[in-house]
């Protein structure tokens, strides 16, 4: 018998690490000042996600793929240099 790797990954989970690592494959077609930048990003992203994204929430992180993939779709064109983002942080006024 073979040796064990581990707890067997749902779809999600495997979805989301191909993500990953096709993030990182399209980062090593760009320059390595981009690369890096892409590398950053990517990972700063999945571990933000990872905190702030309850596992249960199967709605909001096929939204979170979509989106990954149209990033990477992009990313994988010659003419794309990195990636951005924008964060939107709406504050409650407490007082009326």
């Given at each position: 018998m073979g040796a064990s790797r581990g707890p067997r990954l749902s779809g999600m989970q495997k979805q989301v690490l191909a993500l990953y690592r096709g993030f990182l494959r399209a980062a090593c077609s760009k320059s390595p000042?981009?690369?890096h930048r892409i590398e950053?990003?990517?990972?700063?992203?999945?571990?933000?996600?990872?905190?702030?994204?309850?596992?249960?929430n199967f709605l909001y992180i096929e939204y979170l793929l979509r989106r990954g993939k149209k990033q990477l779709e992009q990313?994988?064109?010659a003419a794309t240099l990195g990636l951005s983002s924008l964060n939107l942080r709406f504050c409650e006024n407490r007082k009326p």
């Open positions: 000042e981009d690369r950053s990003f990517v990972s700063a992203e999945f571990r933000r996600n990872s905190k702030l994204v309850d596992r249960k990313i994988n064109s």
